[in-house]
């Protein structure tokens, strides 16, 4: 049966519940597996990084299968996406496969179909110069950002995620297509605290973030939202039932209480968030997800603000390129980001960084005291030269 | 190995599906997307073309001209989609503002989940997005495709579609980004009739599950994730499509515990693979890696300079648990000791493998920050071994599902609950014992919960009683 060109295709209005095919799932993926990988399944004994973005998988039959990583955009066209099929026919038989972090894996089973893969991948550029299919994100080197929906679909976001993402990976391009770190990275990105990316235990995280409390749209917040839902969806107890002058029923703020979760707003459209000047980009590091050596960590707040500076953000790139180089320059072989932070104390990674330490870094809710540090053990910084001046007695 | 789908797949063919001719397909040349201009002025999209990254505008752009230069009629949706995004994304970084309408009930018939209702807040200014609904459609498990299946999803997407989506979103889905709410059910219908395909889910109900590249291309990964992943999957279609939850509820499969789809900081419930027998050594590979023969890790360092691989100082003193050691030139592992947090393995692949005797070890309740702060999946059944059709394994799903059901508040993710209730209650509900291994430590205050019945005697006292030996 072709696809149906009709209006409505196959959708019969005065019927909606005639001919309905539910609940069939997903399609079955062994039938999306090239002939290489359904024949070694579960046989893989080891794989090898041939060079930035091309692995090798040998399996215990002697069968070898060939794979080139490309960076992908995780928004993607489908004009992009016919483009990545002309590739997988003319090079992998037709078959192709996306990875967990938007990469574009090419699979071949034979070292010569591997180079041409590879020069024709290279050459593919856009009309105005960006590489359609840059090779890399693999091994120990940084490999693609995902990140949220922000401004091209999302009601909540703090910032937009594809710009973002566009700008940071063009000022770290050589270290996608290089090998250089101490240990992998991972950048991570999500429009709002909702995370729908969960960002939380990235190498680097960047998040969208607002700083000023709702406004209340109390024409019609008692007609399209429900007061006591609203209320109890805020964590801190900030939201309280009030009337207007005319008499109408609606809620009040406690500023000073909001943490600018936006949990209210997702709750009830009559209390929106953004702002051009509230709204902006915090900067989490140091956490991971593998058991690798330490356990999996969240990332902590590193950069408390940054402006939404549109479109390339400049002073989030910059101040990511200084957790990036520092580490690169500092850590140890196998270290992640924030195995290396903890083995030379945050205040040195600070220092190192050359990142302001602000009290906004210091946790002020609800499990705040797990993180206070309970003992003498610390390393002088400027930033602990400053406070003993400041309380006196030392020059 | 029986990988048999549930209901016989027909093969799909693109040359029989197809909507669009190739010179449809091909309809500008690159000379007219050079010179070609959006309707709308947007200089800050502009400037992301330049730059080595793929350009996601650049992207955009020829799909416009595509749509400008194709006949109306070849489209459901207005030519001007990709254009009028561009542009309202343009205002958007004006005003420092997304201009998205908060929320939208739209839908297929009798499901809950899938779509996503969007509205444009500027629709006099751009009206071919004035509705830019997303449909989640539920990706085959690891994202394998074959190009026929692709083509055919690009053209019934650009026929009925904006022509824009995600390759994929942020829990596995392909998303379709962007149609009127006319077109949902025929894109419903194209989908369940041509391409035996079904949507993904959203809202409160169980989230498309996801699972790493597993045995298709991992020498590590210690269990199917795939068919574990295929078969939950279908097995909770029910609860997938339609809400019945407090709230969301994730499936992710990691092979390993090197977890590359972040089961562990993602899913509410994780499947992590694991071992319980001993790491196969090959001697005479570690001897190979010693001798420089064999790049450590895969050759993944090879863009710097890291001096001569010293098996003391990259495998054995970084091993958290110091179970290992070199008797001669032998390398010894005290496997009763060993945690299994893969960076021997990674190091060593080629001489050092997971044991054979594998299953899956289960933790549960990760989530991000919203509401209480993030929670990663606390480590609850060691290790499991479980076959198709993994009844056992459906076994703890259901006494999790009906405990969150019963108990859960509004919006309460699981992690949230077990955190309001205790691990104790938690293990009371999955009927299980408790182990060291699920706390980092044992608790530091002595603030313990009694229960009445673990107390002689009962809580039931007289006062009187109690006057009789002392005096007010």
Request: net charge negative; charged share 25%.
């Amino acid at each position: 049966m072709a696809l149906s060109t009709e209006r409505l295709g196959l959708f019969n209005p005065d019927k909606p519940m005639e001919n309905r095919l539910t609940d069939l799932g997903p399609r079955h993926y062994w039938q999306y597996f090239p002939p290489v990988i359904q024949n070694n399944y579960g046989k893989w004994t080891h794989h090898e990084i041939l060079e930035p973005g091309v692995l090798v998988h040998v399996s215990e039959t002697g069968d070898k299968v060939f794979t080139v990583r490309c960076g992908g955009c995780r928004f993607m066209t489908v004009e992009h996406v016919r483009e990545i099929c002309d590739i997988a026919d003319k090079h992998c038989d037709g078959y192709v496969r996306f990875t967990t972090r938007n990469n574009i894996e090419f699979m071949t089973d034979s070292q010569d179909k591997l180079d041409a893969l590879k020069k024709d991948l290279q050459s593919r550029k856009h009309v105005s110069g960006s590489y359609k299919f840059p090779l890399g994100g693999t091994g120990a080197g940084l490999t693609n950002i995902v990140h949220t929906q922000g401004y091209i679909h999302c009601h909540t976001p703090a910032t937009d995620a594809s710009a973002m993402v566009k700008a940071v990976l063009d000022d770290l391009f050589e270290y996608f297509q290089g090998m250089t770190f101490p240990a992998q990275v991972r950048i991570s990105m999500a429009c709002c605290l909702n995370m729908c990316g969960a960002v939380h235990c990235s190498d680097i995280a960047l998040l969208g973030y607002h700083r000023k409390p709702p406004i209340v749209d109390s024409q019609v917040l008692d007609n399209v939202c429900e007061i006591p839902l609203v209320i109890a969806a805020c964590p801190t107890g900030a939201i309280s039932p009030a009337k207007t002058e005319d008499g109408k029923k609606t809620v009040k703020i406690k500023n000073e209480r909001c943490m600018f979760c936006g949990n209210c707003y997702t709750m009830c459209m009559a209390l929106p968030l953004s702002d051009k000047e509230g709204d902006g980009v915090t900067i989490l590091a140091g956490g991971k997800i593998s058991n690798r050596i330490s356990p999996p960590k969240f990332s902590k707040v590193v950069v408390p603000f940054l402006p939404n500076n549109f479109p390339r953000f400049p002073e989030v790139c910059s101040d990511v390129k200084k957790i990036v180089e520092a580490y690169a320059a500092d850590a140890n072989k196998y270290e992640r980001i924030g195995d290396w932070a903890e083995r030379i104390g945050w205040e040195k990674f600070f220092e190192k960084c050359g990142l302001d330490f602000t009290e906004h870094l210091i946790d002020d809710y609800r499990l705040q005291y797990d993180t206070y540090r309970t003992s003498t053990q610390f390393k002088y910084t400027e930033a602990s030269w400053a406070v003993s001046k400041a309380a006196g007695g030392v020059e | 190995m029986a990988f048999e789908p549930r209901e016989e797949q027909t093969k799909l063919k693109y040359q029989e599906l197809r909507i669009y001719s190739d010179e449809e397909l091909n309809n500008y040349t690159e000379d007219e997307l050079k010179s070609f201009k959006v309707k709308h002025n947007i200089p800050d999209l502009d400037e992301l073309e330049k730059g080595p990254w793929p350009s996601f505008v650049a992207d955009s752009k020829r799909e416009a001209l595509r749509r400008h230069k194709l006949p109306e009629d070849r489209m459901m949706i207005k030519p001007e989609v990709v254009e009028d995004m561009l542009g309202q994304l343009q205002l958007s970084f004006d005003h420092g503002e997304t201009h998205w309408k908060h929320g939208g009930i739209v839908g297929v018939f009798g499901y809950g989940g899938g779509v996503i209702g969007r509205y444009s807040d500027m629709q006099d200014t751009f009206p071919s997005i004035a509705h830019f609904h997303t449909m989640r459609v539920n990706q085959p498990a690891s994202k394998f495709y074959d190009t026929d299946y692709l083509r055919t999803i690009c053209d019934l997407w650009e026929y009925r579609g904006s022509g824009m989506m995600n390759m994929h979103g942020s829990t596995g889905d392909i998303i379709f980004l962007g149609t009127f709410t006319e077109q949902l059910e025929p894109i419903f219908f194209e989908l369940g009739h041509v391409l035996q395909q079904d949507l993904g889910g959203s809202g409160s109900n169980l989230r498309t599950p996801s699972c790493c590249i597993g045995k298709a291309r991992c020498e590590w990964s210690c269990y199917d994730t795939q068919e574990m992943c295929y078969e939950l999957t279908h097995f909770y279609q029910d609860e997938l499509h339609r809400p019945a939850f407090p709230y969301k509820f994730k499936f992710k499969f990691d092979g390993c515990p090197n977890g590359c789809v972040a089961s562990i900081a993602r899913s509410d419930m994780s499947f992590i693979g694991n071992w319980r027998d001993d790491i196969r050594i090959d001697q005479a590979a570690v001897k190979a890696y010693m001798g420089g023969e064999i790049a450590p890790n895969g050759g993944a360092h090879a863009g710097r300079d890291w001096g001569k691989f010293d098996i003391q100082k990259e495998v054995i003193d970084l091993c958290p648990t110091s179970c290992m050691w070199m008797e001669g030139d032998t390398l010894k592992i005290d496997d009763k000791e060993c945690t299994r947090c893969m960076h021997c393995i990674n190091v060593m692949p080629q001489a050092l493998r997971p044991g054979k005797d594998t299953g899956v070890s289960l933790l549960f309740g990760a989530k991000a920050p919203i509401l209480e702060g993030a929670q990663m999946s606390v480590l609850t059944i060691p290790f499991m071994k479980t076959e198709p059709p993994y009844d056992n394994v459906k076994e703890v799903v259901e006494k999790v599902w009906d405990w969150w059901m019963e108990e859960g508040k509004n919006r309460e993710r699981l992690g949230e609950l077990i955190q309001r209730y205790g691990i104790p209650k938690f293990l009371e509900v999955l009927e299980i014992p408790p182990m060291p291994q699920m706390v980092t430590a044992p608790r530091a205050n002595p603030y313990i919960f009694w229960k009445e019945e673990d107390v002689e005697g009962g809580w039931d006292r007289s006062i009187d009683d109690y006057r009789s030996r002392h005096a007010r």
